[in-house]
Nanobody
Framework: VQLQACGGGLVQPGGSLRLSCAASGRTFSTYHMGWFRQAPGKEREFVARISGKGISADYAEPVKDRFTIARDNAKNTVYLQMSSLKPEDTAVYYC???????????????WGQGTLVTVSS
């Protein structure tokens, strides 16, 4: 599986942004998907995850009620809708695919290249 993330950019505090991650292959729906982020000088951290069929989703506490993860299996794409963005959301965001729907990055087998989100006025 190859993953291609896009949609990052510069946004003002309080603004919104939607990230997309397109996957290659015909078995996209069999993979659980996750979004992670890594801020400068910090460890990579879990943001959100969604099950293969999109039935269940989970979020890290700092982004709960502001971010929404969704997937379109017909388009082999997973999304991360981000709203009410804060400067502390600034990071490189990575999508990942794996056989487990987990908040642990170690459970994911495939990773996208990352897309930079900068929240600043």
């Amino acid at each position: 599986v190859q993953l291609q993330a896009c949609g990052g950019g510069l946004v003002q505090p309080g603004g919104s942004l939607r990230l997309s991650c397109a996957a290659s292959g015909r078995t996209f729906s069999t993979y659980h998907m996750g979004w992670f982020r890594q801020a400068p000088g910090k460890e990579r951290e879990f943001v959100a995850r969604i099950s293969g069929k999109g039935i269940s989703a989970d979020y890290a506490e700092p982004v709960k009620d502001r971010f929404t993860i969704a997937r379109d299996n017909a388009k082999n794409t997973v999304y991360l809708q981000m709203s009410s963005l804060k400067p502390e959301d600034t990071a490189v965001y990575y999508c990942a695919a794996g056989s487990y729907c987990s908040s642990s990055s170690a459970r994911y087998d495939y990773w996208g290249q990352g897309t930079l989100v900068t929240v600043s006025s």
